[in-house]
Nanobody, 119 residues
Framework: QVQLVESGGGLVQAGGSLRLSCAAS????????LGWFRQAPGKEREFVAE????????RYADSVKGRSTISRDNAKNTVYLQMNTLKAEDTAVYYC????????????WGQGTQVTVSS
């Protein structure tokens, strides 16, 4: 069982930056792939980025590639999403998720943190 708690969301002007954090419980944190997803009003939840257990492999959605960086600190059981050059279309609730490294689907989800970008 993994519990995830996001933080760092807020209101920011277009062009600004935010760093989201997700703290995880559990003693086998490094065995989980961690991801960030987002859901804008009236839209389906979409993938943003993910990072492997060791942190050596990352993947990004085209919509955030080059503007965002996912990272993790396994000693702190925390994953981060640094978002730069934010746009109004980045406005959404951002969710942290975890899946065992061998799984294809995300199994554990946080409660979400709101990011609002004003234009």
């Amino acid at each position: 069982q993994v519990q995830l708690v996001e933080s760092g969301g807020g209101l920011v002007q277009a062009g600004g930056s935010l760093r989201l954090s997700c703290a995880a419980s559990g003693r086998t944190f490094s065995s989980y792939t961690l991801g960030w997803f987002r859901q804008a009003p009236g839209k389906e939840r979409e993938f943003v980025a993910e990072i492997s257990g060791s942190g050596s492999n990352t993947r990004y959605a085209d919509s955030v590639k080059g503007r965002s960086t996912i990272s993790r600190d396994n000693a702190k059981n925390t994953v981060y999403l640094q978002m730069n050059t934010l746009k109004a279309e980045d406005t959404a609730v951002y969710y942290c998720a975890a899946r065992p490294y061998w799984a294809t689907e995300y199994k554990y989800w946080g409660q979400g943190t709101q990011v609002t970008v004003s234009s």
